[in-house]
């Protein structure tokens, strides 16, 4: 499992990722006080995508899409819509209460795909963290709290009228009892060494430390004497054969005083180093002149998610992130040999991970990972046309309500191959409920467009005998394509007339238009088994759902 979606992360979250399919989830949202860098990260036309400020606007601005996210949590989740009622009454209806609701219906659907062995770690700033931990105590339960990891980003920070800002805040929690830990060591500080492995017998084992052999309880059973030397009051902390053993490998320091007490050497080269602990001050933040730095404003360094992902899955399980920026979790997944699956909202990010994959480990779409996109902007509907074209045919199907030409059961996506010029079909019950007609959808993703595709729909039409005909296009049609489709006449119902071939861009089906049909008709297209999604959840049946307005 290697998925790389572009798109809104709740919604690609609720329909396309199975419940308890995930080992670890790791996610770094844009911060308040990161929340221009949306804006900023533009690309190398110094255009910026309208999903990145769409995106601002939804997490950062109190709207419509946090009364919808209120009423949502109000319905299914009670406890956790009481308790943000309450602080969004407290607060206001500002940026940080607006953050803290899309958040949580957010980490709600989180908690639902993780297993119940998973692990989750959510980065922030201190300005909401405490806010976010009381989110997730309810979430999770506060018995399933971990740890607070402190991550020291930088050195020093000049704040004239506080303590210098130089840290970030990392939440763990974990879904069950179970759960995967590994255990992680970094290496001896410097002068740790030197202060407590000054030994060395030339011997070429390297520095040693001395430790004590005495049992820390007594021990009536440990006491003897080795080879003159008498044991302390509690006894030998090993039985003779062990004594003997560490004797013959040369681990015992011997004084020359036999009134002296015996010691263990511990080679610093045999030492694991130091366990990690909550506070991470061992990985500095990425340099202007590091090596692996792409240009983001707020990529982590690929050695503190290596540390996450060792410390908390084994190889083969898999990693989430829903704000996959450049694909640092990514590509440390990849390297550690995890599975993964990526999303993100822009497709500038989406570029940027597809090229790091390339480069980094000679992963491409299709030949090494699954790339899927659900495009909320039009330059991501572009984008998606020029990179993946039969991608781009099955979203704008699908968002118009059409079903892929070719699909059976419970893919949806239909095939590639020879499609006799349906590329997808609306079937819609008029609105006597007398009458199922149908709709032929013809999608074009290239530059090269004219007339010529307009009149090969029209042949599509009358051979299928379709009441409408659609052609879908990623750019602008031509004045002749116009003219084209103004001549082929109108499909009628009860007196009124529609246009029998109706044309459709990307841009339009962004804004929210729809073929042209009766007012009322009802979309029965969907009136099948729910759709099986790539990562194993069934999709929502939408059932006989009302279709578009004339």
Not at 391 to 420: L, Y
Not at 471 to 487: D, N, R, S, V, Y
Request: hydrophobic share 35%; net charge neutral.
């Amino acid at each position: 499992m290697k998925f790389l979606y572009h798109g809104d992360n709740l919604t690609v979250l609720r329909d396309e990722i199975a419940a308890s399919s995930i080992d670890l989830v790791y996610l770094d949202p844009p911060f308040n006080s990161q929340a221009g860098y949306n804006i900023l990260f533009k690309d190398h036309k110094g255009d910026s995508s309208d999903a990145q400020a769409f995106a601002f606007k939804d997490t950062w601005v109190w709207g419509e899409e946090s009364e919808q996210a209120m009423q949502d949590l109000l319905v299914r989740y009670g406890e956790l819509a009481t308790f943000l009622d309450e602080t969004v009454r407290r607060l206001g209806k500002n940026s940080l209460s607006a953050y803290l609701v899309m958040m949580a219906v957010r980490l709600v659907e989180l908690h639902r795909v993780l297993k119940p062995t998973g692990s989750f770690y959510l980065h922030c700033d201190p300005a909401a963290s405490h806010y976010l931990k009381i989110v997730l105590d309810i979430i999770f339960g506060a018995q399933q709290f971990r740890n607070e990891i402190i991550w020291k980003r930088s050195s020093a920070h000049n704040d004239s009228k506080r303590w210098g800002d130089i840290h970030d805040v990392i939440l763990y929690y974990v879904k069950g009892k179970k759960f995967t830990w590994n255990a992680v060591h970094t290496p001896y500080d410097e002068k740790y060494v030197q202060q407590f492995y000054r030994h060395d017998d030339g011997d070429g084992r390297g520095p040693y430390r001395l430790s004590d052999m005495r049992s820390p309880s007594p021990r009536p059973n440990l006491m003897y004497e080795w080879k003159g030397y008498q044991p302390h009051a509690n006894g030998w902390a090993y039985k003779p054969e062990t004594m003997q053993r560490l004797h013959d490998e040369g681990r015992i320091h011997y004084p020359p005083d036999k009134t002296k007490r015996l010691a263990l050497k511990r080679f610093l080269r045999e030492m694991p180093g130091v366990s990690i602990q909550d506070v991470i001050t061992d990985i500095g933040p990425l340099s202007s002149q590091a090596q692996e730095r792409l240009g983001y404003p707020t990529q982590k360094p690929v050695s503190l998610l290596e540390r996450i992902i060792q410390a908390s899955s084994n190889p083969g399980d898999v990693v989430l992130d829903p704000f996959c920026g450049c694909g640092t979790t990514i590509s440390a997944a990849e390297k550690l040999g995890r599975a993964w699956v990526g999303i993100d909202v822009t497709h500038l990010s989406i570029s940027l991970i597809k090229e790091r994959l390339r480069t980094d480990h000679q992963l491409l779409p299709g030949k090494g990972y699954e790339e899927l996109s659900l495009p909320i902007d039009k330059a991501g509907a572009r984008f998606l046309a020029e990179n993946n074209p039969f991608q781009f045919q099955f979203w704008a199907v699908h968002e118009i309500g059409g079903t892929a030409f070719g699909a059976v059961g419970d893919d949806r996506r239909g095939k590639k191959g020879p499609d006799r010029g349906i590329d997808g079909q609306i079937f819609f019950r008029t609105p006597t409920g007398g009458k199922i007609e149908k709709v032929i959808i013809s999608v074009k993703a290239g530059h090269n467009i004219g007339p010529a595709m307009v009149r090969d729909l029209r042949g599509t039409v009358e051979r299928e005998a379709a009441a409408i005909g659609v052609l879908l296009l990623a750019h602008e049609p031509t004045k002749g394509m116009i003219q084209e489709t103004a001549q082929a006449g109108s499909y009628e119902w009860e007196g009124r007339t529609f246009p029998k071939l109706q044309i459709l861009t990307a841009a339009d089906v962004i804004d929210g238009k729809r073929p042209q049909l009766p007012a009322g008709s009802v979309n029965v297209s969907l009136e099948r088994k729910p759709a099986q999604s790539l990562t194993g959840k069934k999709g929502k049946d939408k059932g006989a759902t009302p279709l578009f307005a004339d």
